[in-house]
Structure formats: C-alpha cells, structure tokens
C-alpha cells in the first residue's frame, strides 16, 4: 500500500503572522492518480501547494511531508529544488511570455546549448515530442499571443512537463476556459493517468471534481475536513463539508422592485482601439431600470467585457450608436466621465485592472475616491479610514486590518476589496463583469446576497457572468450576446439554458 502513495504530508501546520493558514493537514496522495483539493478562499489550499512547490522552504513549516518515502526538505533553492524533485505548479494566472514561440516558453531558461549557441532545431525537435508524448495538440513554432486560452493551457501544461514531472498542481487550470477547452483538458488529464503523472487538482467548480477527480480532499478553515473517493460524494456533500452548514440554495431569493428606464445603448459600434478596422461592437442595443439586475450571457469572444469596457470609457472607439443615461445622452471619455455619471465597473480580471497587490486594503478602496479626501492639498486620512474601515466592514472583509497588503488575501477576500471600492463611489449603475471568477461557493453566495441587497436599494447592475446558472438565478433579464450584437433579452422567468445557448451560438435570434 505504501508504495502506491507518492506523497504523504503528516500533520503540518503552518503559522503567519496572527494567523494560522493551516492547522494539523494531513493528505496522502495516490500515484498516478488526480487528487482533487477544494475549500472555501482562505481554507488553505494555495498556502498548502506553496509548501509543496518550495514557495515556503523547508522550517517555514511544522509537520512532516514524505515524497516517494522519503522526508521532502526543500531548502535553500527551495523552488527549483521541487521542480528538480519533479513537482511542478501551473498557476491559474499565466506565466508565459507572449512574444515568444511555443518552443521558447518551455524551454526559457534551459535552452538546448551546442557551442555557446542555442540548438534551435533540437529545442524545436524537443518540443515536439513533448507536445506529442502527452497528446497536446499546439504548434511548436506558434507565437504564444496568437494563442487561444485553451492552448495557452496546453503550453503552461508542457512547460511543467518538461521537468520530468511526477507530481503535476493544476491550481484553477478552467478558470478562462471554454466548454470545449475544459474537455479538451479532461483528456489531457487522462493521458496524463495512463503516462503515471500524478495530479493535484484545484477549482471552484465543484462539477469538474466529478469528470476528474479520483479522490476529493476538503480543507476548511486550514484543516482536513474529509478526503473521500469521489463517487462516494455529491455536490451538495462537498458544499456541506466546505462550509460548514447546509446551503438549501445557491442563490438568495431577493425582494427587488425593478422601476423605470434609466439607462440605455441602442445600435452601440464600436472599433478596437489597436486595431481600427476591427470591430467589436456590432450594434448592440439594451436598456437598464431602477434596482434591476440585467444578466449578459454569451460565449467567449462575444464581445461581453468589450461592452462593459466601452461603456465604461476605457476600450473601443465608438462609431455610432448612443448611451443614454436618465433621458440625456452621455459622452462616456474614460473613466472619470463614467464615474462622473454615476457608472462603476468591477473588472473581469481582479489582479491585473481592479487592484494594486503591494499596497494594503485602506489605499485599494480608498484609490477610486482620493478626491473626497482631499483637503489642502493633502489626504485626510481619518476620513479615508473611517469610509475604508465602514466598507470593509460592509462587505465582511477577512483581514488582520486594513494594513494588510492584498496580495496576502484569498481570492474571495480580493474580490470584496475590488467591490467595496467602486461601491464607496456611491454608483447609479454597477457593472460587474464575472464577479465570481474564482470565488468559493461561500464567497459567491455572500456576494449574491449583496447584489441583491444594492438592487432593493436602486442600484442597477449589469452582470456579465460565463455560468448559466448563475446569469439564470441572479438577473431580472438576461440580454444574450452574439458576435458583437445583441442577440435578444430573454425574462428570467421564461429563461433556459438551451434557449440561452441557442442563441448565443446564433442558431436562435
């Protein structure tokens, strides 16, 4: 029995400070297995790969961890040390370099050498064979730009590969991805079982553990709670264990009275601003009432965040069409016009657009409002405090306080701060493209509960959202996106799933 487990972590725990991330985990892992890993954000998963990729060396840490029978030390070059071990991490934000090909993103930072030189023919020729070993299907001489999401996946896959990896940490890999790449990346995992690859499976997506998963570990408030064969679980098993409690529904019933028109977009064009001659807006028309929630369905490359960016002032050229906000047409320029009107935006992608990660939580709320703290040329900091430290409070942020940096937080807890700061702006109209992105089902049902909470208020909210479900339980309307056009606004009530994708894919107007 012992030789089918590669990986054995004994009662390790691990302490930052004024908090404990993990408390007395134990796990052992099966070889050539994938071994799924769920919990609430800040139930200690990401804390836990960390300690096993090296990002926390060896003494950082109490417990034991054996690798293929042995105690795993990784010490001083802790990081490379893993990957040497032959355990490898991809993280749900990409690390590739985009200008760079295939060949070169795997094998940056060990090129092939031949007399000073980089043997480009065998780098390529390496490549290949990788690529074809584990049955991904991506041109070695691809610029990785060029790249759809999915195969972007597939480069991040074999890049950790090809380290002669034994233990292989997908942390969110489905995140971005669509129907058709999640499939694709099921298969790829099932090449990688047959091939003796290892897997640690990590997502919010509590289906996917039943298409990938051999067995379900479940971490909650940094401890083992249960780790199962996975056909002895159902969904609403591995909520129970996640929380804590029963959730009899995933999306809180609200009291919303939507009201009046106050916003529209008719026969909305609008141009890529890199490339002119693109459009990505192809006259889109739809309108908002008083305390509604609008849901925008559609595929990938439908042109939803192109939309709420437009709207916003911050992507496409506008080429015609209007924007109406109350009766008046609006001039929407960037931003601070948006804002100016009463429009904010919580961005699709939280790191990259709606945070600064080094600063702490006070200054990411207090960024999108320096002005009503301005005095004499400077901050008033006890102002920006009190209204940070009232947001916060609001939206139940877990943090030791507001000095805190946000890098330090769980996705969940990143996403309140994101929120908290546009909301402390007092909006008319919140956009909120994907707000549960990566969120536990906790964190989502705690962010529904407010949704509804600022709709009953009369805040209208335009939700983009890539899960049907939740586009179907959470809006009023649903306006369904197709190739840059508005393909038609369904009532929640009369709503489906089929007759969302019907449309969305244009076999339905």
Same mark, same amino acid.
């Given at each position: 029995?012992? *030789? *089918?487990?590669?990986? %054995?972590?004994?009662?390790?725990?691990?302490?930052?400070p004024?908090?404990?991330?993990?408390?007395?985990?134990?796990i052992? $892992?099966?070889?050539?297995?994938?071994?799924g890993?769920?919990?609430?954000?800040g139930?200690?998963?990401?804390? =836990?790969m960390?300690?096993?990729s @090296?990002?926390?060396?060896y003494?950082?840490?109490e417990?034991?961890?054996l690798?293929?029978?042995?105690? =795993?030390?990784?010490?001083?070059?802790s990081?490379?040390?893993?990957i040497?071990?032959?355990?490898?991490?991809?993280?749900?934000?990409?690390?590739?370099?985009?200008?760079?090909t295939?060949?070169?993103?795997? #094998?940056?930072?060990?090129?092939?050498?031949?007399?000073?030189?980089?043997?480009w023919?065998?780098l390529?020729?390496?490549?290949?064979?990788?690529l074809?070993?584990?049955?991904?299907?991506?041109?070695?001489?691809?610029?990785?730009?060029?790249?759809?999401?999915? +195969?972007?996946?597939?480069?991040?896959?074999?890049?950790?590969?090809?380290?002669?990896?034994? /233990?292989?940490?997908l942390?969110?890999?489905?995140s971005?991805?669509?129907?058709a790449?999640?499939?694709?990346?099921v298969?790829?995992?099932?090449?990688?079982?047959?091939?003796?690859?290892t897997?640690?499976?990590?997502?919010?997506?509590?289906?996917?553990?039943f298409r990938?998963?051999?067995?379900?570990?479940?971490?909650?408030?940094?401890?083992?709670?249960?780790t199962r064969?996975t056909h002895?679980?159902n969904?609403? &098993?591995?909520?129970?264990?996640m929380?804590?409690r029963?959730m009899?529904?995933? #999306?809180?019933q609200?009291?919303?009275?939507?009201?009046?028109?106050? #916003? +529209?977009?008719?026969?909305?064009?609008a141009?890529?601003?890199?490339?002119?001659?693109?459009?990505v807006l192809?006259?889109?028309?739809? *309108?908002?009432?008083?305390?509604?929630?609008?849901?925008?369905? @559609?595929?990938?490359?439908?042109?939803?965040?192109? =939309?709420v960016?437009?709207?916003f002032?911050?992507?496409g050229?506008?080429t015609?069409?209007?924007?109406?906000?109350?009766g008046?047409?609006?001039?929407?320029?960037?931003?601070?016009?948006?804002?100016a009107n009463?429009?904010? =935006?919580v961005?699709?992608?939280?790191?990259?657009?709606?945070l600064?990660? $080094?600063?702490? $939580?006070?200054?990411?709320?207090?960024?999108a409002?320096? %002005?009503r703290?301005?005095?004499f040329?400077?901050?008033?900091?006890?102002a920006?405090?009190?209204?940070?430290? &009232?947001?916060s409070?609001?939206l139940?942020?877990?943090?030791s306080?507001?000095?805190?940096?946000?890098?330090?937080?769980?996705? @969940?807890?990143?996403?309140?701060?994101? /929120?908290?700061k546009?909301?402390?702006?007092?909006?008319?109209?919140?956009?909120?493209d %994907?707000p549960?992105?990566?969120? *536990?089902?906790?964190? +989502?049902?705690?962010?529904?509960k407010l949704?509804?909470?600022?709709?009953?208020?009369?805040?209208?909210?335009?939700?983009?959202?890539?899960?049907l479900?939740e586009?179907?339980?959470?809006?009023?309307?649903?306006?369904?996106?197709h190739?840059?056009?508005?393909?038609g606004?369904?009532?929640?009530?009369?709503?489906?799933?089929?007759?969302?994708?019907?449309?969305?894919?244009? $076999?339905?107007?």
């Amino acid at each position: 029995m012992a *030789d *089918d487990i590669i990986l %054995d972590i004994r009662n390790v725990t691990k302490k930052f400070p004024g908090v404990v991330a993990l408390s007395d985990v134990s796990i052992q $892992i099966q070889r050539g297995k994938v071994h799924g890993l769920c919990g609430e954000n800040g139930a200690g998963k990401s804390t =836990l790969m960390k300690i096993l990729s @090296g990002v926390y060396p060896y003494g950082s840490y109490e417990g034991t961890i054996l690798y293929e029978n042995r105690e =795993l030390k990784l010490e001083d070059r802790s990081i490379r040390q893993a990957i040497e071990e032959g355990i490898a991490i991809v993280y749900q934000e990409l690390t590739l370099v985009p200008s760079m090909t295939v060949g070169e993103n795997i #094998f940056l930072g060990k090129e092939p050498m031949e007399n000073g030189v980089i043997n480009w023919d065998k780098l390529y020729a390496e490549t290949r064979q990788l690529l074809e070993k584990y049955k991904l299907d991506v041109p070695p001489n691809a610029v990785v730009k060029n790249l759809g999401v999915g +195969k972007m996946q597939m480069v991040e896959i074999a890049k950790a590969l090809s380290e002669n990896a034994r /233990i292989l940490i997908l942390d969110e890999p489905t995140s971005a991805l669509s129907e058709a790449e999640i499939t694709k990346l099921v298969e790829i995992l099932a090449t990688l079982k047959e091939l003796g690859v290892t897997c640690i499976y990590i997502t919010h997506k509590l289906e996917e553990f039943f298409r990938v998963a051999d067995t379900v570990t479940i971490l909650r408030d940094g401890k083992t709670v249960i780790t199962r064969p996975t056909h002895e679980l159902n969904q609403e &098993q591995l909520v129970r264990h996640m929380v804590g409690r029963e959730m009899k529904e995933r #999306f809180p019933q609200g009291n919303r009275q939507p009201g009046e028109v106050i #916003f +529209k977009v008719e026969n909305l064009v609008a141009s890529d601003p890199n490339e002119p001659s693109r459009k990505v807006l192809n006259g889109v028309s739809f *309108d908002l009432r008083k305390g509604e929630i609008l849901g925008i369905a @559609g595929l990938m490359g439908s042109g939803r965040t192109e =939309l709420v960016a437009t709207v916003f002032g911050e992507y496409g050229n506008i080429t015609a069409g209007t924007i109406s906000m109350n009766g008046r047409p609006l001039n929407i320029k960037n931003a601070r016009d948006a804002m100016a009107n009463g429009i904010s =935006l919580v961005p699709e992608d939280r790191k990259g657009q709606g945070l600064v990660l $080094i600063q702490p $939580i006070l200054r990411n709320i207090s960024l999108a409002n320096l %002005d009503r703290f301005a005095a004499f040329f400077r901050i008033d900091q006890d102002a920006e405090l009190a209204a940070a430290t &009232q947001q916060s409070k609001n939206l139940a942020v877990k943090a030791s306080n507001l000095q805190a940096r946000v890098d330090s937080l769980s996705g @969940g807890n990143q996403q309140k701060v994101v /929120i908290a700061k546009w909301l402390l702006t007092d909006p008319q109209i919140l956009i909120m493209d %994907d707000p549960t992105r990566g969120i *536990d089902v906790g964190a +989502k049902f705690e962010i529904y509960k407010l949704m509804n909470e600022l709709a009953e208020k009369g805040v209208s909210i335009i939700m983009i959202s890539s899960e049907l479900e939740e586009v179907i339980g959470m809006s009023d309307r649903i306006m369904v996106m197709h190739h840059g056009r508005s393909g038609g606004t369904l009532e929640t009530q009369g709503a489906t799933q089929e007759k969302i994708m019907a449309i969305a894919t244009g $076999i339905e107007a």
